[in-house]
């Protein structure tokens, strides 16, 4: 029989096998590093992306909250116009009042009466004057009382004064201005 030696055969094919495997693996350990590149630069774009949209986000809310604090100033101003619009309206709408307390105050005043000072304090008026007797200034109290426009009419105080008379009296009182019942319905 030949003698045939298969050894350095076996060992050229493990070579090459070897050889072969180490291609492969070079192979593969470049496609991975190629497709961890490939991803690295996926997610680096996408981070990139998603930072871009915050910062737009970001500039835009920024400016919504310009808009919103700019908001809250015009509705302040915008309370304080109406604030001011309605007391206005109130002046407006009080101007014939004080006309008709005045006139009222002068229909009130009985003969031998004379008023000496008038202070309106919001809505009630201090009266000091000079009467000619305790009647008289009686009188004007029932008229007040009986007026419209006055309610309550209180007297602080009486004290003689001889220079008008006998029986002439200094006097101090005090009344609440009222609104007629008819004015308030057509108001």
């Known amino acids: 029989m030949a003698n045939i030696n298969?050894?350095?055969w076996r060992e050229e094919r493990r070579e090459q096998q070897r050889q072969a495997f180490f291609a492969m693996l070079g192979m593969v350990a470049?496609?991975?590093?190629?497709?961890a590149l490939i991803v690295h630069l996926v997610l680096s774009s996408a981070i990139s992306a998603q930072t871009e949209r915050n910062d737009y986000l970001k500039r835009?809310?920024?400016e919504l909250d310009k808009k919103l604090v700019e908001i809250k100033t015009l509705g302040q101003r915008r309370s304080e116009l109406i604030d001011r619009m309605k007391v206005i309206q109130d002046l407006q709408g009080n101007r014939p009042v004080i006309v008709r307390v005045f006139d009222e105050?002068?229909?009130t005043l009985p003969d031998g009466v004379y008023y000496r000072s008038i202070?309106?304090?919001a809505n009630s008026i201090a009266i000091q004057g000079t009467a000619e007797s305790n009647n008289r200034v009686s009188s004007l109290m029932r008229k007040l009382e009986a007026s419209e426009w006055?309610?309550?009419p209180n007297l602080k105080g009486v004290k003689a004064n001889p220079n008008f008379g006998e029986q002439a009296n200094d006097f101090d009182l005090t009344v609440k201005i009222t609104m007629p019942k008819a004015?308030?319905?057509g108001q």
């Open 105 to 107: 105050l002068v229909r």
């Open 183 to 185: 004015d308030e319905e």
């Open 30 to 35: 470049g496609a991975a590093l190629l497709v």
């Open 150 to 152: 006055f309610a309550d």
């Open 119 to 121: 202070n309106r304090n």
């Open 6 to 8: 298969l050894l350095p």
């Open 60 to 62: 835009n809310i920024a």
